[in-house]
């Protein structure tokens, strides 16, 4: 081991790898390959479903059949319901339904964005498809969008 003078104290470097060199080295992984990936608890579990009982029923048309059974039966049949469905036709798609045709925030401009928050700010509204059309054609909202200062009840700018 080499010695290193610091501040007037001698102190001894580490060395690479640890104690007996052949540890870590910086800037390799320790797991390089990672966590390796099992099927285990998946395999586990398909073969528990596979299984049958005495009258030659499997685990999982028995699972079916009661999930079916709590849907007709229970008193807390919606859940069990709703999760037929969901396996059955698969969840429904969730959509965001704008009101305006071609109403893409995505593709405007910082200044196009800017002056729609400042008029659902001003108006406490989304514009009307004309509002927006004239913004198309002109660059902005039409002037009687605008409220005035007499109308916020703002005092007049001297």
Same mark, same amino acid.
């Given at each position: 081991?080499?010695?290193?003078?610091?501040?007037?104290?001698?102190?001894?470097?580490?060395?690479?790898?640890?104690?007996?060199?052949?540890?870590?080295?910086?800037?390799?992984?320790?797991?390089?390959?990672?966590?390796?990936?099992?099927?285990?608890?998946?395999?586990?579990?398909?073969? %528990? $479903?596979?299984?049958?009982?005495?009258?030659? /029923? !499997?685990?999982? +048309?028995?699972?079916?059949? =009661?999930?079916?059974?709590?849907?007709?039966?229970?008193?807390?049949?919606?859940?069990?319901?709703?999760?037929?469905?969901?396996?059955?036709?698969?969840?429904?798609?969730?959509?965001? %339904? $704008?009101?305006?045709?071609?109403?893409?925030? /995505? !593709?405007?401009? +910082?200044?196009?964005?800017? =002056?729609?928050?400042?008029?659902?700010?001003?108006?406490?509204?989304?514009?009307?498809?004309?509002?927006?059309?004239?913004?198309?054609?002109?660059?902005?909202?039409?002037?009687?969008?605008?409220?005035?200062?007499?109308?916020?009840?703002?005092?007049?700018?001297?």
């Amino acid at each position: 081991m080499t010695l290193v003078q610091n501040n007037g104290k001698r102190r001894r470097r580490k060395q690479l790898g640890g104690c007996t060199g052949k540890g870590f080295m910086p800037g390799s992984s320790g797991n390089p390959g990672g966590r390796p990936r099992t099927q285990g608890l998946l395999q586990a579990l398909r073969s %528990i $479903l596979t299984d049958c009982d005495s009258q030659g /029923r !499997t685990v999982e +048309e028995r699972l079916v059949k =009661a999930l079916i059974d709590e849907a007709l039966k229970s008193k807390r049949r919606l859940p069990a319901i709703l999760a037929i469905f969901d396996r059955l036709e698969g969840r429904p798609q969730q959509a965001l %339904i $704008l009101k305006h045709d071609n109403f893409d925030p /995505r !593709t405007w401009s +910082e200044e196009q964005i800017v =002056a729609y928050e400042n008029f659902v700010i001003a108006n406490q509204r989304d514009p009307t498809k004309e509002e927006m059309a004239h913004y198309g054609q002109h660059g902005k909202y039409p002037d009687a969008c605008w409220p005035t200062a007499e109308a916020l009840d703002l005092p007049a700018l001297p």
